[in-house]
Every structure is written in C-alpha cells, then in structure tokens.
C-alpha cells in the first residue's frame, strides 16, 4: 500500500470511531431505559419539546407519552437524563421512594439566591433541606400548619373583614388605583394583600395597615414574575446559562432574577427589623425561633445549616407559595365561577343554611359545607397550580416498573396529566364539584384521587394551610358578594392559561357586586 492510502484509511477508521462514540454516548438509550424519542445530538430531548409544544412543555412530554404508549418517559436534557411520569400509581410509587426524593442544581435554583447559592426549601436536599424542613414545619405547626390555630384564624378572619371593607368602598389610597378601578378589581392582584397579611402575622405577629399595604402588594408581584416566568422544565437557562447574556433570553432571565430577588429582598428586611429587636429572653414569634436558633451554633460547624441567608431563601419558599401562588389558584377559581353561575348559586346556599350573615365562615363551618370543599378540591385537580410537580432526582440507581434508572436523573410526575386522566375522571375536562360528592350529599375524600399537592417526603410543606386559606377567602367572597366579568373582556377562556413555573391566567378584571 502506498502511504497514501494508509494515510486515509487511519483517518477513516479515527472517523468512525469518533462517529461511534458520539453515537453511544449521544444517540443510543441507556441499556432498560424507559421508551422515549432517539436522542437528537447537543439539543437533545430540550429541543424536540420545545417543537412539539414550546409554551407548555408538559403538554410536549404527554404527547411524547401518548405516542410511546408508555406510563414513564425516558427522556434526556442536554446530557442530563429525564424521567416524566404519566400515572397516578407509579407516581405515588416515585413520591414514597426516598431514592427520588433529591432535587438537582439546576441553575433556575441558583437564580433565585443574590449569591447564587443553593438554598431554601424547594431546591435543595440532604441535610440541609431535613433541617430547613423539619424546623419550619415544627414551628409553624401551631399555626395551621398541621394543627387549627385559634389565634391565626382569629387574625386571618381580621384580614377578611378588611378585604370585604375594601371591596365595597372601592380604592382609598393612590396605589390602590392601579388594582380597582371603575368598579372592578385586578387578579390576582386583589389576593396579594390579604395574604400577605395573614402569613407576616404567623412570622412575625404584624401586618400592615391599609395605607402602608403598598409594599406587600409588590412582594407578591416580584412573587408572581418569579412563578410566571420560571418553568417546570427548569427553563432554558439550566441548560444554557450562558443565554442569559444573548438578547432576548435576558429579558426572561432579568424577569425570573427580578421576581425572586424583590420577595427576597422585601422578606430580609421583614427579618433584620426582627433581629433589631430580638431578646432571647422574649421569644415573639417564629423569626425569633429561627434567630435563637442560628445562635445556638457557630458557623463553624460541618453541619450548620441554620443561617440568616438561608431563613430568608426558606422564608421566601413559604411566602411564595403561600401568598403568589395561592392568589393564582384563587383567580382561576374565580374563573371557573363565572363560567359556571350554578356553583356559585350552590356555594351561596351552603353559605345560607350553614352560616346565615351576621359572622363570617370560619373552619368549623367546613363540616357542614360539603359542595363548598367539592369545588375547592375541583379546582385543585382540573386547574392543577403546578403542572408537572417541582423536580425530583435520584440519589442513587434504582429499578422502578423493572426500568433500570441511574443516580442524578431528574424526575417530574406529570401532575397536571394525572388529575385529568380520562380513564380515572370520565369527563376531566367538566368543572364538575359533584364529583367528589356521595349520594347523601356528603363529602367523599375517598373520590379525590387527584394529587395537586404531591405526596411522600417531599408533599407540598403547606396543604393544610393552603386548603385552610382558600377555604376562607372563598367562602368571605361568595357570602359578601356576586361576581360579574367586564363587559368588554367577556367571559374568561380557561384554554389561554400560560404555563410558567405555575399554570397562570393573564391578569384579568372582575366586579364584586355586594349582595
Ligand atoms: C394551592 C396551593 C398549593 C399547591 C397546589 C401546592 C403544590 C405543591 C407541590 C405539587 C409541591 C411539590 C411536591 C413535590 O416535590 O413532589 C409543593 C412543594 C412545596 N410547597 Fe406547596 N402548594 C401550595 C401551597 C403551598 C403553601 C401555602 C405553602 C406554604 C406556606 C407551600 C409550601 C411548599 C413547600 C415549602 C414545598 C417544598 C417541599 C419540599 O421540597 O420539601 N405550598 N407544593
């Protein structure tokens, strides 16, 4: 051979080894992977999702699902592997596992902190999230997390009769213009100050009066741009950090950035009023619990996780769900009322019979308003808040439904999917409240099977509370007041809903008439 020839035919055979490599380490599926596309080279799996359904990615995955005929999907992110789960019971298999009960460093969590640390609640796991978790929910305990709390519903009732008294008498202050206007109030804007009002009295014993409100509007504004612009995905910029530098990509980037780091801010000044104060000798209220405790240990510690970074990051966790996040759920609530006058009819005579007028509904009267809780729990299932849970990962390699998963795959249950299976609800797509009713009339819990809260080590830290709260403002507003949509917006189109971290309607207009 003249070495000509040679010469190509090394090269040759370099190329189809390249070629080779590329094709295991890019193409082929892991060996017992669970069925999903061909790998795509660099994009991956990112890029065929964004095709098949750039807005609402989930959707994407339950296509993919469908096409697959599979329960669980195997998917891979830009070298990360994916699992997207489509079934009520191997979801619950998932959530109980404590192999999945990790979350990954995905850069959306890193986003969210000024320094860019892991911290918090949602994101973080091992140690630091046990102990974050753990005091949280010790703590608030007593305080309807867990347990009723007199003392809190005695100052969430406090709140309501504000909310009813700005309701009718329309706008007072200057920054109140920008939410009521001409008669109708904005969504979810309406919701941020109520509360708002009502978690700072569980942190922090104070809420803030009507004319000073403005502040805690914009904490729950900065709330919703985080959950709004964020996705369950993890966004684009868990991937490609570096496209936050590439125009248009900042705009998103600076919106999820400016969402999360004004809550943040607005809770580390709620903190360090706190620590101006505190006396070990007069324990005030949570803030003052987590203060003694960060004293009680030094720094120094290996496994120190109680520090002032990390209480705001973990405040925050709570605060955003509890105030943006439950305002959105309600708005959508709100929604499905105007389409649906009948239920509301309903509510209002549960109101009557149960209540009467001259108190507001308090959670005793929970018992005796089976339709009211029905419709709660509907509105949780069919309007499901966050459509494909918060990200999970695997700790170590595991087998589930006989697949073979290796340790660092992220894992999503496609909660929104199950809520609305077919094969389980008949006809999910009917806002139907009697679904979980019995034929007496009463509540059925044994009929809910839908999970918008998740379940296992990593259930949602606040249902109860959350459950508790809507429960509250739904039944003050449905006592007080009829609903009327603007004229020139029309009845809302529930198909328009954007998918962000959380399902969201655009913000919308709406008339409490009083009754
Ligand atoms: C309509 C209201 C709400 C819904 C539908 C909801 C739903 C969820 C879901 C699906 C998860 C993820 C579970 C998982 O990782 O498997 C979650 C986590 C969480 N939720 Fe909620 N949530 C709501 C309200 C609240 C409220 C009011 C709070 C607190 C005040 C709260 C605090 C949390 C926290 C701290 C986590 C993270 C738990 C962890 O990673 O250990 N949520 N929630």
Redesign the pocket.
């Known amino acids: 051979m003249i070495p000509n020839q040679i010469s190509v035919l090394l090269w040759s055979a370099l190329l189809v080894l390249i070629l080779y490599r590329f094709y295991l380490n890019n193409i082929k599926r892991p060996p017992n992977y669970p069925p999903g596309p061909p790998r795509i080279p660099f994009f991956e799996d990112y890029a065929l999702l964004l095709l098949i359904n750039g807005r609402h990615l989930h959707r994407a995955a339950s296509k993919l699902a469908r096409y697959y005929r599979t329960k669980i999907l195997g998917l891979s992110l830009v070298g990360v592997p994916l699992l997207v789960v489509h079934d009520l019971s191997v979801a619950r298999e998932i959530?109980t596992r404590h192999e999945f009960d990790g979350?990954p460093s995905l850069f959306l969590a890193l986003m969210r902190e000024k320094h860019f640390k892991r911290r918090g609640?949602?994101?973080t796991d091992g140690l630091e999230?046990k102990d974050q978790?753990w005091f949280?929910l010790r703590h608030l305990r007593d305080y309807g997390?867990g347990r009723r709390s007199e003392q809190y519903e005695q100052e969430v009732e406090q709140e309501l009769s504000v909310l009813v008294d700005v309701l009718k008498t329309g706008p007072q202050y200057d920054y109140e213009r920008d939410f009521m206007r001409d008669g109708f109030v904005k969504c979810p804007d309406i919701f941020f100050i109520v509360l708002g009002n009502a978690?700072l009295q569980i942190l922090v014993g104070e809420r803030f009066h009507r004319s000073k409100a403005e502040t805690v509007l914009t904490a729950g504004r900065k709330g919703l741009l985080f959950l709004r612009n964020g996705d369950d995905y993890g966004t684009v910029f868990s991937f490609f950090p570096w496209l936050r530098f590439v125009f248009p990509y900042t705009i998103k980037y600076n919106k999820i950035r400016d969402g999360m780091l004004g809550l943040s801010r607005f809770i580390e000044t709620t903190v360090r009023r706190q620590q101006n104060t505190f006396d070990p000798s007069n324990i005030r209220n949570f803030i003052d619990q987590y203060i003694r405790e960060m004293q009680r240990h030094t720094p120094q510690e290996d496994t120190f996780t109680f520090q002032f970074d990390q209480l705001v990051a973990s405040l925050a966790?709570?605060?955003l769900?509890?105030v943006s996040?439950?305002a959105v759920?309600l708005s959508m609530l709100l929604q499905r009322l105007l389409l649906q006058p009948e239920v509301v009819g309903r509510i209002q005579q549960e109101i009557e019979d149960a209540v009467g007028t001259s108190r507001l509904p308090t959670l005793d009267d929970r018992i005796n308003m089976p339709y009211t809780e029905a419709t709660l729990r509907e509105s949780?299932r069919i309007d499901?808040?966050?459509p494909s849970?918060?990200v999970?990962r695997t700790i170590h390699n595991t087998i589930i439904q006989g697949y073979a998963i290796p340790e660092n795959t992220l894992v999503l249950?496609s909660?929104e999917e199950i809520n609305n299976q077919p094969e389980v609800w008949g006809d999910p797509k009917s806002f139907r409240p009697e679904r979980f009713l019995a034929d007496d009339g009463k509540l059925a819990p044994s009929k809910d099977r839908s999970?918008?809260?998740?379940?296992?080590?990593?259930?949602?830290?606040?249902?109860t509370?959350?459950r508790n709260?809507?429960f509250l403002v739904l039944t003050t507003i449905m006592q007080n007041f009829s609903l009327q949509p603007r004229t020139s917006d029309g009845l809302p189109d529930v198909s328009k809903r954007r998918t962000g971290f959380v399902t969201n309607p655009d913000d919308f207009w709406i008339k409490f008439v009083p009754r």
């Open positions: 959530l979350r609640i949602f994101f999230w978790r949280f997390f978690f966790d709570f605060y769900p509890a996040g439950a759920q949780l499901t808040l966050i849970g918060i999970h249950t909660l999970l918008p809260f998740g379940t296992g080590k990593r259930l949602c830290a606040g249902e509370f959350a709260t809507l």
